[in-house]
C-alpha cells in the first residue's frame, strides 16, 4: 500500500511542478477541479483503511436526528443497556437501545465504535452534519452504503474547499495552479474519500474564515466592523466544527487590531468568543444527570455475633442520580493520548522516570540523568497537588508513597510536558501574528496561518497523518519546499499496524530475499514503530526544514 502511495505523490509532485508553469485559466481551473472530483469519487466506494472513526459518526447522527446529545451516553452504556434482560429504567437510554435495535446497520456501527465507553468528543457543528447524513439515509441502508453518504457529504466539504483555496490564491496573487497542492494531494483523498475523517469541515470553515478575511484585507485600508464580525462568526463555525483552529485566534485578532482598531477588535473577538462558547458548551459544560438502581450490598446483612441477622429498611434496591460528564472524551484525548509524536516525545521521555519501565518500552533516546526527571516530576507532583487541595479547599487523602507512585509521576510529566509545549507554541503563534500583521501582505499573512498550523501540529502529542490536512489549504503560501514532503512522510504511521500485528514480541526481524536481519531485539512491534519508525518519519523532515531555513537565511 505504501509503495502505491510514494508512486501517487511523486505523480502529485511532477504534476505540481508542470501546472505552475502553466499559463493560468479558467480551462485550467476547471480541469484541477474535475480530476479532483474523479480522483476522490473513484474512492468513495473503498471501505476505510484501518480507520473507524466513521462508525461513531454515524452512531453520533442518528443519536442526534432523535433529538437526544450524542454527549450523554456513552456507545458501551447503551450496550449494556441492550444485553440486560426487562426494560430500561432510564426513558432516554431506553430509547437509545431502541434506536440500536431498529436497523442491523446502526447496530453494527455502534458495535464497533472505538473506545466506547467515552461519550462523543465530536463538537455541535460536526455534529449537525452527522445528523443531515443520518436524516438523508434511508432506515433499510446497510451499514456500507450509510458509510458511503456519510464520505459522500464529508468529501463535499473537501471539494467546496478547494474553490475557496482556488480564490485565495487569486487573493494573495500566487497563480492558481498552485490550487492543485490540495485538490491532488495523495493523503487527502486518502483521509476523506476513503478514511472519511470529519475534518473536512473544521478545513472548509477555517479556510472560508480566512479567505474573507484576506478579501477584506486586500479591498480597503481599515476593516468594515461588519466585515470583521462575519469573519469572526466564519472561524467560530470552525472551532465549532473541530478545536484546532483556536490556534489562529492570535492571528487574527492582532490583525483586526492593528488594521481595524479597537473597534474591530472587540467586534471580533466578541464573534469568535461567543458564538464558539455556545457550540462548545454542550460538550465542554453541560451536565446531564440519570438514574440508576443501586442494590446496598453493605447494608443487606447486619451480622451482629451472638445475634440473629437483621435485615435493614435500606437493603432493597434505591434510585440515585448520576452525573454525566459529556466533556470524559474530550478530556480524556487531552490528557493521556500520544501517537506518531517526535518532538513531544524526546521532550515527554526525558522528563519522567524510566527506571520501573520494562526493557522492550524504555526509549533509546533518553539522555537526561534518572535523578533529574525523578526530582522534576516530584517537584511537579508536589506543587500540583499544593494547587490542587488549595483550590478545592480540601486536604488531599494521598500518601506520600501514592502520591510518589511511578505511575503517578509519568501521568504528571505527560501534563507538565503538555503544559511547557503548549506555552512555547502560544508563543510562537503571539509572535508569527505580530510579524504578519505589522507586514500587511496578504500572502506573507497566510503563511504565518500555515507555519502556526504547522507547528502546532509538529508540537502535539497526537500526530495523527490527516490532522496534516489542516496545513494543506495555505501550503502554497510556505516558502520551503520540504512542507510539501510531509504529508508523504506521515503515511508511514500505517506502519504502525504492520508492525503491532507481526511482531507480538520482540525481536522485530525482517527476511528480504531470504536474508535474516534483525532491526531490534529488545522492542516489540508496536514500540519499534514508536521509538525507531517515527524518527525515520519526522527527522528527516526537521533537518530539511533546518538546512532550508539555514539556506533563506544567508541569502
Known sequence: MLSLFLLAFLGYWIALTIVVRLPASRK???????????????????????????????????????????????????LNAASQQGGVEDEVLGRLVALSRSNDSLSDSLQKIHYGTYPSPYPLVSQVVFAVSACSTPEAFPLTKRML????????????????????????????????????????????????????????????????????????TRLPRYQVACTGSMLALAIGAKLYPVVLVPLFAVLWWRRGGRGAFVVGMLSVGVLSCALLYPLVCLKYETSEKIIPNELAQVAVPGQPTVQPLLAQPIKVQKALDPSAGLRAFLKNWEMNDLIFMVVLENSRPQNDVASHKNPWFVVMPETWSL??????????????????DTQTQLTHQELYATQNLRAASFQL????????????????????AGQG?????????????????????TQNPWYWCWILPLLPASRYRTWYVIGAMTMLYYLRFWFSAHFVEPPVVINPLGWQIVLNKNYDGIYFFHFVVVWIEFAPCLVALGFEWWLNRRR
Open 441 to 461: 501582505d496578504p500572502r506573507g499573512w497566510c503563511r504565518a496561518a500555515m507555519l502556526t498550523l504547522a507547528w502546532f501540529w509538529l508540537t502535539c502529542p
Open 149 to 220: 453518504l456519510m464520505k459522500g457529504l464529508l468529501v463535499l466539504f473537501d471539494l467546496a474547499t478547494l474553490l475557496v483555496v482556488m480564490g485565495l490564491m487569486q487573493q494573495i496573487g500566487r497563480h492558481q495552479g498552485w490550487s492543485l497542492a490540495y485538490g491532488w494531494c495523495p493523503l487527502l483523498m486518502k483521509e476523506f474519500a476513503n478514511g472519511g475523517h470529519l475534518d473536512s469541515i473544521a478545513i472548509f470553515l477555517t479556510t472560508g474564515a480566512i479567505w474573507m478575511l484576506i478579501k477584506t484585507l486586500r479591498g480597503a
Open 417 to 436: 510536558v503538555r503544559i511547557v509545549m503548549g506555552s512555547l507554541f502560544t508563543l510562537l503563534a503571539c509572535w508569527l501574528a505580530w510579524q504578519a
Open 28 to 78: 485550467l481551473l476547471r480541469g484541477i477541479f474535475a480530476s479532483a472530483c474523479l480522483f476522490r469519487v473513484l474512492l468513495l466506494p473503498s471501505i476505510p483503511m484501518h480507520e473507524i472513526d466513521i462508525y461513531r459518526y454515524i452512531w453520533d447522527g442518528a443519536v442526534f436526528a432523535e433529538g437526544i446529545s450524542p454527549y450523554r451516553y456513552p456507545p458501551q452504556d447503551v
Open 375 to 392: 526530582a522534576i516530576s516530584k517537584n511537579w507532583v508536589t506543587w500540583a497537588s499544593w494547587v490542587l487541595t488549595r483550590i478545592n
